[in-house]
C-alpha cells in the first residue's frame, strides 16, 4: 500500500476525505485550551465561509474561552495530514467518525453551541427603542410644566404680597387703608410659626411693617404666632430683625419672652452666633441697669461651681458693675470666674463676635480681673476695630495700647487709617486716638495714619467739639501716659509730632477770619495752644485787631465768658514762647478806651491780669500809664454805685489794693 505523503506547505493542495489531526501532548481538555489557539508554526488556511446570519451575529458576542472572531485565527480549524506543525512530518492519523462525530468542528457549530448556553439579549431595533423615550418625554415635560405652574403661582403671591406691602408704606397715615391692608397681608402669609417663616425676606419686612403701623391687637396675634413653637437656631438676619421689631413694638409680655428666651443657660451660645449676637445686644441694651448684672453673672458665674454664699447675695446686691467686679475680685473663686471669662472672651474673638454690648462688658469684667494684660492684648488687638462702639469696649483698648508691642501698634495704626478715618470725630472713640498718637514711639508712622489723613480738612478738625481733641493733646504737655511698651519720652515723642502740626496750624490762623475761630470754643482752644506754642506774632497781632473791631461795638467778647477766658490767658499765663511778645502790653491801648464801660461790668477781671502781669514783668512804664487812666478816685466811685445797686464789686476792689 503506497501512503499519499505530503511535504511541508503543500496541505492547502490536499482534496482528500480525511484530513490529519494534529498530534499534540496531553489530554483532550488540553488539547482545546486557550493558550494553544491561534499559536501553529505552520501556514495558515482559507477561513470557513460563514452565512450571513452567524457573521452578524459574531459582532455583538464574543466566542467562548476568549477566543477571537476574526477571520485570520487557525484555532477553530483542523490541521491536514502531514502538516509540519504537529512536529510528527510524514505520518497520518486516523480517527473513527464516532469521535469526529460528537466535536463541533466548523465555527458555526460552536457559535450555534455558544447561544444554546448562553441567552443573548438581542437588540432592540430602531423603531422599538424609539417608541420607549417617547413616553418619558411626555412624563417629565408634564412634571416640568407642573414645577413651571407651581413656581409662577409661588411668584404671583409673592408679587401680591409685595405690592400691599408697598401699599401699606405709602398709605400708613390711612387708618382704615391700614387696618384693610394689614388683615389682607396677614391672610396671605398666614398664621404659621412666625420664628420659622420670618426667615424670608418678603415675610419679615411685612411682619415688620404690620408691628409698626398696625394697633394692639395686631401686634399681639403676631407675638402669640411667634410664642407658639418659638426657635432660634435657625436665626437669619431677616428673623433677627423681626425680633428687634417685635421687642421694640410688642407688649411687656414679649419683652420678657425675649429676653428669658435668649438669656438663658441653654442658649448662652447664641452670644457667639452673628445674627443671636445682633438680637441680644438691642435686648441688652434697653434693660434696666440691675437686669444688665444679672445677664453678666449668667456668662461670669460657672454653673459648675457654687460661689461661696456672702459673696453671692453681695453680687445679687450690687447696684453697679464695678461693685460687681469688686465682689469678684475678693471672693475665693475669683480664680475660677476669671478662667470662665477667658474661655468667653476665646469664643468671642474665634467667632469675631464682639461688636455686642454685651461681650463689650465682659470684656471689661475680664480686664479687670486679668493679671497678664499682653496676654489680652494680643488676644483682641487683631479684632480692635469691634471694641470701638461702646465707652466699655474704648476704655479697655486704651489702657491695653500700652502692652501692644511695635508689630501690633503698627497694625493697629494702619487699621485707623484705613477703616477707621472719621474716628477722630466720634466722641466715644477719640480717646483711643489720643492714646495711640502719645504712646506710639514710631511718629511718623503717627504722622502717617493719623495726621496727614486729617490735615486736608485740618478747619474742620479744629473746630470740631471731638476732634481738636487730637490736636489739643499734642500742642498741651500731656499727663503721664502709660505706655508698658514704650521707650521714649512722652515729652520727646511730643515735640516730633509738634514739628509737624505747629507749621500747618501756624499757615491755617493766618489765612482765615480769627473772630470766627475766637467764638468757636473747640477752635479757640487750639488756637490758644498755637500761639502760647510757636509765639507766632502775626497771629497776636491779629487777635488784637479782632479785639480793638469788637471794642468798637457791643464788647460781645468781653461779655462772653468763654472769650474772656481766651483773652485773659494770653495775658496771664502767655507761656515761654508768646512771654517775650508781652501780650499785656499790646491789649492795654485797645482796652483803656473804654475802661469806664469795663470797670462797672464782669469783664473788669482783665484789667487786673492786666495790672498782675505788668507788676509781675516790673513794666513801670505801663504800670504808669494804667494808673494814669484808672485813677483810685474813679475805682471808689464805681465801687460806691456798684454797692448801691448791689451788685458784684469784688474785681474793682483788687483793682484799688493793687494801685494803692
Given at each position: 500500500?503506497?501512503?499519499?505523503?505530503?511535504?511541508?506547505?503543500?496541505?492547502?493542495?490536499?482534496?482528500?476525505?480525511?484530513?490529519?489531526?494534529?498530534?499534540?501532548?496531553?489530554?483532550?481538555?488540553?488539547?482545546?485550551?486557550?493558550?494553544?489557539?491561534?499559536?501553529?508554526?505552520?501556514?495558515?488556511?482559507?477561513?470557513?465561509?460563514?452565512?450571513?446570519?452567524?457573521?452578524?451575529?459574531?459582532?455583538?458576542?464574543?466566542?467562548?474561552?476568549?477566543?477571537?472572531?476574526?477571520?485570520?485565527?487557525?484555532?477553530?480549524?483542523?490541521?491536514?495530514?502531514?502538516?509540519?506543525?504537529?512536529?510528527?512530518?510524514?505520518?497520518?492519523?486516523?480517527?473513527?467518525?464516532?469521535?469526529?462525530?460528537?466535536?463541533?468542528?466548523?465555527?458555526?457549530?460552536?457559535?450555534?453551541?455558544?447561544?444554546?448556553?448562553?441567552?443573548?439579549?438581542?437588540?432592540?431595533?430602531?423603531?422599538?427603542?424609539?417608541?420607549?423615550?417617547?413616553?418619558?418625554?411626555?412624563?417629565?415635560?408634564?412634571?416640568?410644566?407642573?414645577?413651571?405652574?407651581?413656581?409662577?403661582?409661588?411668584?404671583?403671591?409673592?408679587?401680591?404680597?409685595?405690592?400691599?406691602?408697598?401699599?401699606?408704606?405709602?398709605?400708613?397715615?390711612?387708618?382704615?387703608?391700614?387696618?384693610?391692608?394689614?388683615?389682607?397681608?396677614?391672610?396671605?402669609?398666614?398664621?404659621?410659626?412666625?420664628?420659622?417663616?420670618?426667615?424670608?425676606?418678603?415675610?419679615?419686612?411685612?411682619?415688620?411693617?404690620?408691628?409698626?403701623?398696625?394697633?394692639?391687637?395686631?401686634?399681639?396675634?403676631?407675638?402669640?404666632?411667634?410664642?407658639?413653637?418659638?426657635?432660634?437656631?435657625?436665626?437669619?438676619?431677616?428673623?433677627?430683625?423681626?425680633?428687634?421689631?417685635?421687642?421694640?413694638?410688642?407688649?411687656?409680655?414679649?419683652?420678657?419672652?425675649?429676653?428669658?428666651?435668649?438669656?438663658?443657660?441653654?442658649?448662652?451660645?447664641?452670644?457667639y452666633s452673628r445674627y443671636g449676637s445682633l438680637v441680644m445686644d438691642v435686648i441688652y441694651q434697653k434693660l434696666r441697669n440691675k437686669e444688665q448684672l444679672e445677664i453678666l453673672r449668667l456668662y461670669t458665674l460657672s454653673n459648675h461651681f457654687i460661689i461661696?454664699?456672702?459673696?453671692?447675695?453681695?453680687?445679687?446686691?450690687?447696684?453697679?458693675?464695678?461693685?460687681?467686679?469688686?465682689?469678684?475680685?475678693?471672693?475665693?473663686?475669683?480664680?475660677?470666674?476669671?478662667?470662665?471669662?477667658?474661655?468667653?472672651?476665646?469664643?468671642?474673638?474665634?467667632?469675631?463676635?464682639?461688636?455686642?454690648?454685651?461681650?463689650?462688658?465682659?470684656?471689661?469684667?475680664?480686664?479687670?480681673?486679668?493679671?497678664?494684660?499682653?496676654?489680652?492684648?494680643?488676644?483682641?488687638?487683631?479684632?480692635?476695630?469691634?471694641?470701638?462702639?461702646?465707652?466699655?469696649?474704648?476704655?479697655?483698648?486704651?489702657?491695653?495700647?500700652?502692652?501692644?508691642?511695635?508689630?501690633?501698634?503698627?497694625?493697629?495704626?494702619?487699621?485707623?487709617?484705613?477703616?477707621?478715618?472719621?474716628?477722630?470725630?466720634?466722641?466715644?472713640?477719640?480717646?483711643?486716638?489720643?492714646?495711640?498718637?502719645?504712646?506710639?514711639?514710631?511718629?511718623?508712622?503717627?504722622?502717617?495714619?493719623?495726621?496727614?489723613?486729617?490735615?486736608?480738612?485740618?478747619?474742620?478738625?479744629?473746630?470740631?467739639?471731638?476732634?481738636?481733641?487730637?490736636?489739643?493733646?499734642?500742642?498741651?504737655?500731656?499727663?503721664?501716659?502709660?505706655?508698658?511698651?514704650?521707650?521714649?519720652?512722652?515729652?520727646?515723642?511730643?515735640?516730633?509730632?509738634?514739628?509737624?502740626?505747629?507749621?500747618?496750624?501756624?499757615?491755617?490762623?493766618?489765612?482765615?477770619?480769627?473772630?470766627?475761630?475766637?467764638?468757636?470754643?473747640?477752635?479757640?482752644?487750639?488756637?490758644?495752644?498755637?500761639?502760647?506754642?510757636?509765639?507766632?506774632?502775626?497771629?497776636?497781632?491779629?487777635?488784637?485787631?479782632?479785639?480793638?473791631?469788637?471794642?468798637?461795638?457791643?464788647?460781645?467778647?468781653?461779655?462772653?465768658?468763654?472769650?474772656?477766658?481766651?483773652?485773659?490767658?494770653?495775658?496771664?499765663?502767655?507761656?515761654?514762647?508768646?512771654?517775650?511778645?508781652?501780650?499785656?502790653?499790646?491789649?492795654?491801648?485797645?482796652?483803656?478806651?473804654?475802661?469806664?464801660?469795663?470797670?462797672?461790668?464782669?469783664?473788669?477781671?482783665?484789667?487786673?491780669?492786666?495790672?498782675?502781669?505788668?507788676?509781675?514783668?516790673?513794666?513801670?512804664?505801663?504800670?504808669?500809664?494804667?494808673?494814669?487812666?484808672?485813677?483810685?478816685?474813679?475805682?471808689?466811685?464805681?465801687?460806691?454805685?456798684?454797692?448801691?445797686?448791689?451788685?458784684?464789686?469784688?474785681?474793682?476792689?483788687?483793682?484799688?489794693?493793687?494801685?494803692?
Amino acid at each position: 500500500m503506497k501512503l499519499n505523503i505530503q511535504r511541508p506547505g503543500d496541505a492547502s493542495k490536499s482534496k482528500g476525505k480525511f484530513r490529519g489531526k494534529k498530534a499534540t501532548k496531553g489530554s483532550k481538555s488540553q488539547r482545546h485550551a486557550k493558550g494553544s489557539i491561534g499559536k501553529t508554526s505552520g501556514p495558515k488556511s482559507k477561513p470557513f465561509k460563514k452565512s450571513h446570519k452567524s457573521s452578524t451575529d459574531t459582532k455583538s458576542q464574543k466566542p467562548r474561552n476568549g477566543s477571537s472572531n476574526s477571520t485570520g485565527n487557525t484555532s477553530n480549524k483542523r490541521p491536514l495530514p502531514n502538516d509540519s506543525s504537529n512536529g510528527t512530518e510524514g505520518v497520518v492519523s486516523f480517527e473513527r467518525k464516532s469521535k469526529r462525530g460528537k466535536e463541533h468542528g466548523t465555527l458555526k457549530a460552536k457559535l450555534e453551541k455558544s447561544f444554546k448556553t448562553k441567552h443573548i439579549k438581542p437588540k432592540l431595533s430602531k423603531k422599538r427603542a424609539s417608541k420607549k423615550p417617547k413616553a418619558s418625554d411626555e412624563n417629565i415635560s408634564g412634571v416640568t410644566k407642573k414645577l413651571k405652574e407651581s413656581k409662577q403661582s409661588k411668584e404671583d403671591e409673592v408679587k401680591e404680597i409685595n405690592k400691599l406691602y408697598s401699599q401699606l408704606l405709602v398709605e400708613h397715615r390711612k387708618q382704615e387703608v391700614v387696618t384693610k391692608t394689614i388683615k389682607e397681608l396677614i391672610r396671605k402669609i398666614g398664621t404659621e410659626n412666625y420664628s420659622i417663616i420670618a426667615n424670608k425676606r418678603h415675610i419679615s419686612r411685612v411682619l415688620q411693617a404690620c408691628l409698626k403701623y398696625g394697633d394692639t391687637s395686631t401686634r399681639s396675634m403676631i407675638f402669640e404666632s411667634l410664642k407658639k413653637d418659638f426657635n432660634v437656631t435657625n436665626l437669619n438676619v431677616h428673623s433677627a430683625r423681626f425680633l428687634i421689631k417685635v421687642f421694640n413694638y410688642c407688649n411687656v409680655d414679649a419683652k420678657a419672652f425675649l429676653r428669658t428666651s435668649f438669656f438663658n443657660d441653654r442658649n448662652k451660645v447664641l452670644l457667639y452666633s452673628r445674627y443671636g449676637s445682633l438680637v441680644m445686644d438691642v435686648i441688652y441694651q434697653k434693660l434696666r441697669n440691675k437686669e444688665q448684672l444679672e445677664i453678666l453673672r449668667l456668662y461670669t458665674l460657672s454653673n459648675h461651681f457654687i460661689i461661696e454664699t456672702d459673696a453671692m447675695k453681695k453680687i445679687e446686691q450690687a447696684g453697679s458693675l464695678h461693685q460687681f467686679i469688686a465682689v469678684i475680685d475678693q471672693s475665693e473663686s475669683r480664680a475660677t470666674c476669671v478662667e470662665m471669662l477667658k474661655l468667653a472672651v476665646l469664643k468671642m474673638v474665634d467667632k469675631a463676635q464682639l461688636t455686642a454690648s454685651l461681650s463689650h462688658d465682659l470684656i471689661y469684667v475680664y480686664w479687670k480681673l486679668a493679671e497678664n494684660k499682653t496676654e489680652l492684648m494680643n488676644l483682641v488687638g487683631p479684632v480692635f476695630g469691634q471694641l470701638l462702639s461702646t465707652r466699655n469696649g474704648n476704655t479697655v483698648l486704651c489702657d491695653l495700647y500700652g502692652y501692644a508691642d511695635k508689630k501690633l501698634r503698627k497694625s493697629i495704626l494702619k487699621g485707623l487709617k484705613t477703616d477707621f478715618p472719621e474716628a477722630a470725630y466720634n466722641q466715644v472713640n477719640v480717646s483711643f486716638i489720643v492714646k495711640t498718637a502719645l504712646a506710639t514711639d514710631d511718629t511718623k508712622m503717627t504722622i502717617e495714619c493719623l495726621i496727614k489723613p486729617l490735615q486736608d480738612d485740618l478747619a474742620k478738625l479744629v473746630s470740631h467739639p471731638h476732634a481738636h481733641l487730637l490736636l489739643k493733646s499734642i500742642l498741651e504737655p500731656a499727663k503721664d501716659v502709660e505706655s508698658v511698651t514704650s521707650l521714649k519720652d512722652l515729652a520727646t515723642r511730643q515735640q516730633e509730632l509738634q514739628e509737624y502740626l505747629l507749621p500747618l496750624l501756624v499757615d491755617l490762623f493766618k489765612s482765615i477770619e480769627l473772630r470766627e475761630v475766637i467764638e468757636n470754643k473747640p477752635s479757640c482752644v487750639i488756637l490758644q495752644d498755637t500761639l502760647k506754642t510757636s509765639g507766632n506774632p502775626d497771629i497776636l497781632y491779629s487777635v488784637v485787631d479782632v479785639l480793638r473791631d469788637d471794642m468798637d461795638g457791643e464788647m460781645k467778647l468781653l461779655q462772653n465768658l468763654d472769650t474772656l477766658r481766651f483773652l485773659q490767658s494770653l495775658i496771664k499765663k502767655p507761656g515761654d514762647a508768646l512771654a517775650s511778645l508781652k501780650p499785656y502790653r499790646e491789649f492795654w491801648p485797645v482796652l483803656k478806651t473804654k475802661v469806664k464801660r469795663i470797670l462797672s461790668s464782669q469783664c473788669v477781671f482783665i484789667l487786673v491780669d492786666i495790672v498782675e502781669a505788668a507788676l509781675k514783668e516790673k513794666d513801670d512804664e505801663t504800670v504808669e500809664d494804667f494808673k494814669s487812666v484808672v485813677t483810685v478816685s474813679t475805682l471808689k466811685e464805681t465801687s460806691a454805685a456798684l454797692k448801691k445797686k448791689k451788685e458784684k464789686h469784688v474785681g474793682v476792689d483788687i483793682l484799688l489794693k493793687l494801685l494803692s
